[in-house]
């Protein structure tokens, strides 16, 4: 028996601090860490043989995985709060370098400039990746809570797959356009974007069976492995 199942006669599974999950705030903690650290490396860009891509790319799909365990074992209801953490803890980030970089430099301190061409994108491409991983981590989690429902638990590989494909379509499309148009052409943002899509859907895909061993392990340790019957979908907290 689960220590949180939702079965079609419960309209509502208990909260983490009901259950008393102990790996939920870790999850949570490395979810929120990824998403931060993914928006300060996107202020460089990179290429690699034909592939263009911001810096971000290379941890960002971490985040995904780390969604697909969230909604894996703790359920849709859980996952929510933790999108909308990832959500306000960029806004705060957004407006504490804005704040910095306005606020007067120590007269020995001498890399304002410095500061201004790395950090001070930070707050446009945080912007853009608000509008994207808030759109994306959504459909993800979405995708892959009713396709966990529909099969009965069984195929995690397809879910965590489908809901990659499906949540960094929208990321990455909505990122990639509210972060760097105008700054580009409009050939370098489509290869850009097809970069981005690409390389971080393969990360998952390459991750899959670590994701999987992770889940297991929180799972048994958990005693949880929720499923959302009767679960509203909005992203709103207070559904």
């Known amino acids: 028996m689960t220590k949180q199942e939702n079965t079609p006669g419960v309209c509502r599974p208990p909260s983490a601090a009901e259950a008393g999950f102990s790996f939920l705030p870790v999850v949570s903690g490395l979810f929120t860490g990824v998403l931060v650290l993914s928006n300060i490396l996107a202020a460089k860009m990179l290429q690699i043989g034909p592939f263009v891509f911001d810096g971000g790319t290379i941890l960002f799909p971490l985040s995904y995985i ?6 894996e074992v703790y359920g849709y209801r859980e996952a929510r709060k933790v999108i909308w953490t990832g959500f306000f803890t960029l806004i705060l980030m957004s407006l504490a370098i804005a704040v910095v ?3 007067p430099a120590q007269a020995e301190w001498t890399f304002q400039t410095d500061f201004d061409h790395v950090l001070r ?3 446009r491409i945080a912007l853009a990746s608000i509008l994207g991983y808030f759109s994306g981590e959504y459909v993800n989690s979405v995708t892959l809570s009713k396709i966990k429902v529909a099969t009965g638990g069984k195929f995690f590989w397809l879910r965590a797959v489908v809901s ?10 909505i990122f990639v ?22 390389l971080k859907t393969a990360v998952e895909v390459l991750f899959l069976p670590l994701t999987y061993a992770v ?8 005693k949880a492995d929720v499923y959302d ?9 207070h559904s």
């Open 101 to 103: 970089g306005v606020l």
């Open 215 to 222: 889940v297991r392990c929180i799972k048994k340790l958990e």
């Open 121 to 123: 994108q930070v707050p």
């Open 177 to 198: 356009t509210a972060a760097f148009a105008g700054a580009y052409s409009a050939s370098v943002l489509l290869v850009m974007g097809l970069s981005n899509y690409l």
């Open 66 to 71: 780390f969604g697909d365990v969230l909604t």
């Open 229 to 237: 019957y009767r679960v509203s979908y909005s992203p709103f907290l």
């Open 164 to 173: 990659t494909l499906a949540g960094q379509f929208f990321d990455t499309a």
